[in-house]
């Protein structure tokens, strides 16, 4: 507090290098040890504590994730590509709350680890694997999308699955359903065309208006926000 407020732009960047490290830890624990890695896990409504720990651990890691991106790609094995996958994604919303949606470069970079990663799933187990599937099945391309899906049914539907990686799955198959579905009939998602900074073919403006998105594909419509209320 003495010294000012944090600045990104002077944090050293070889310090990122102990996150991969906190995630192997932090996220990819043993949950059935730590009930806040459970709650990690299923998502949902994350305790302000939990919030704060978070913030603590990876605050400067989102903040810059183009050295984390430098960092992660370099790494040898799959760990540095899986941990920028986490910390630009699920720890990303966790630390701003969902309030700072990601931008192009950001959703671009998270991409590029998915298609790296995608040849090697096979290698990853349990919930590094899950994760992955996750992450491929909102990923704008048909193929690499519908095999996360598939990926995370076999989760579901495994008998020798344990009841909290069948049930995170089941979270994950959920969070990540309508997504999977615009890939499907779109290969992209119509909804990150503004982002991505894209122009909307007639049958995704006629799909975003129909589902009360604004032209810009961020906002709901100022009518269905209304209706909503009501």
């Known amino acids: 507090d003495e010294e000012g ?5 002077e944090y050293v960047p070889k310090n990122i290098g102990t996150c991969i490290q906190k995630l192997q830890t932090f996220w990819f624990g043993v949950p059935e ?6 709650k990690l896990y299923r998502g949902g409504n994350i305790e302000e504590k939990l919030v704060r720990h978070t913030k603590g651990l990876f605050g400067a890691s ?4 183009d050295e984390v991106w430098k960092l992660c790609e370099g790494v040898e094995g799959l760990d540095g590509l899986l941990a920028f996958i986490i910390i630009s ?12 949606p990601e931008t192009k470069q950001h959703l671009s970079l998270i991409e590029e680890a998915v298609k790296r990663l995608v040849p090697k799933a096979e290698e990853l187990t349990e919930f590094k694997a899950l994760y992955l599937f ?12 519908a095999s996360g899906a598939a990926g995370i049914d076999k989760f579901i539907s495994a008998e020798d699955q344990t009841p909290l990686l069948k049930e995170i799955a ?19 998602d119509p909804r990150l065309n503004s982002v991505m900074e894209r122009e909307s073919s007639e049958e995704e403006k006629e799909w975003l208006k ?6 810009n594909n961020n906002t709901v419509l100022e009518n269905q926000k209304t209706n ?3």
């Open 5 to 9: 407020p944090f600045k990104p732009e």
């Open 33 to 38: 040890d730590n009930p806040n890695i459970v």
């Open 62 to 65: 989102v903040e810059l994730l």
């Open 89 to 100: 994604g699920p720890i990303y919303k966790i630390i701003h709350e969902g309030k700072i």
């Open 134 to 145: 996750a992450a491929m099945a909102s990923t704008e391309d048909k193929e690499i999308s």
């Open 170 to 188: 089941g979270k994950l198959k959920e969070e990540v359903s309508d997504k999977i579905d615009l890939i499907a009939k779109f290969s992209r």
């Open 210 to 215: 129909a589902n009360g998105f604004s032209e």
């Open 228 to 230: 909503g209320e009501d």
